[in-house]
């Protein structure tokens, strides 16, 4: 199979697809590997590089959407990409459709078949795809929120872990999954006082044991949130609902009771944001202020730290890759976690919580392969 790997052209995304490592095992497989040249540059990856794993160099975004069987991306297809997919296609790449109707009706438009990284599942229940990008995002979040509370960034003035004779910042983490478990390591590294809410006594539980009593955990409702958004310098918004539109947790009514200068980060901006207040932002204008609290909401997070990203997410898809590139349809009926991320195929959705999200008809992914 021709397998095709453009240069990412959201905003400050520096992240690529596929890696040279990944290039040059699916080469070995018998594959064409096709890269847009400079695709790797902004995570250290050198077009050399793929043509020594034995990829061939293609002159722009147009001659890989035309050539390839399998379409390797990392963030979603933006609105010039989409206009490059046909029929028969196959595009394997985050996509976050709940919160995208655009998104949604081109990709039904093209015919494509279009697999989302997000909504891939394993054995254990998890988000394999998602799991590594949600740790790079939980582990950026407290060093974001750090920078966003500094006095010049609009923020409180208050130093995460604070000094000798003056307590540490209040941190409160929504969501106590893969994100909020990886931005409660990093802040309580950082000496914060942090505090984790989860509707999982479970999980609860688990995070108590990992830490041994270096934060507080506390079950999640509207009135624990209400209570603590009161004290907090930072609240980072890490939950998540597969495939589906983030919960609002945080009205814009009660940014009225925090501190002034307070901050927002909102891991979950993808999906559509859990504060009412929370719009897309990017690396190159990451804050804004709301009723005098700061908030970050840099929709593709990971991409700050594009080599460490493009190497742990390569690692996580390549055996999908691979197995698509044998034959996708074959590889999506065989293996029903792969078969999960199915999103659209030629015309017809394939997600149902993406269907309930922006009220479209969609059928079940079974039903189109059978």
């Not at 890696?19 to 590997?33: C, L």
């Not at 254990?124 to 509370?149: F, K």
């Not at 003035?157 to 990093?186: K, N, S």
């Not at 999906?271 to 840099?298: A, L």
Request: charged letters at 15%; a negative charge.
């Amino acid at each position: 199979m021709k397998i095709g790997c453009p240069r990412e052209i959201k905003p400050q995304e520096f992240r690529v697809g596929l890696t040279p490592d990944a290039a040059r095992e699916a080469v070995a497989q018998g594959h064409d590997v096709l890269i847009e040249s400079g695709a790797g540059d902004g995570a250290g990856f050198t077009d050399a590089a793929y043509q020594a794993a034995g990829a061939t160099v293609l002159p722009d975004a147009a001659a890989v959407f035309d050539a390839a069987d399998l379409i390797v991306k990392v963030k979603e297809p933006q609105a010039g990409e989409r206009a490059m997919l046909r029929a028969g296609q196959v595009l394997f790449t985050y996509l976050h459709l709940a919160p995208d109707p655009d998104q949604t009706r081109d990709l039904l438009a093209s015919g494509v078949t279009a697999i989302a990284y997000e909504t891939v599942t394993d054995a254990r229940g998890g988000l394999p795809l998602l799991a590594p990008m949600s740790e790079v995002a939980g582990r950026l979040a407290p060093q974001m929120g750090a920078w966003t509370l500094q006095k010049a960034n609009g923020g409180r003035g208050v130093l995460l872990g604070g000094v000798p004779g003056v307590r540490p910042a209040r941190v409160v983490i929504i969501g106590g999954g893969v994100v909020g478990t990886a931005a409660a390591r990093v802040a309580v590294g950082m000496g914060a006082n942090v505090t984790v809410l989860d509707r999982s006594v479970p999980r609860l539980s688990y995070l108590d044991d990992v830490f041994m009593g270096g934060l507080t955990t506390q079950y999640s409702s509207a009135g624990a949130i209400a209570e603590l958004l009161t004290t907090a310098d930072l609240v980072i918004g890490a939950v998540l609902v597969p495939g589906a539109a983030a919960p609002r947790l945080v009205s814009r009514a009660q940014l009225a009771t925090m501190l002034p200068g307070a901050v927002l980060v909102d891991v979950a901006i993808d999906q559509g944001g859990c504060f009412e207040t929370s719009r897309p932002t990017t690396h190159q204008d990451p804050i804004y202020e709301v009723d005098g609290v700061m908030h970050y909401c840099v929709a593709n997070m990971p991409g700050a730290v594009a080599r460490t990203s493009t190497q742990a997410l390569g690692n996580a898809t390549l055996p999908f890759v691979l197995a698509l590139a044998g034959g996708w349809r074959a590889a999506l009926t065989a293996d029903p976690h792969l078969r999960a991320g199915l999103a659209v195929h030629a015309g017809k959705l394939t997600s149902p919580p993406v269907g309930d999200a922006l009220g479209l008809q969609a059928v079940r992914p079974e039903d189109v392969l059978a």
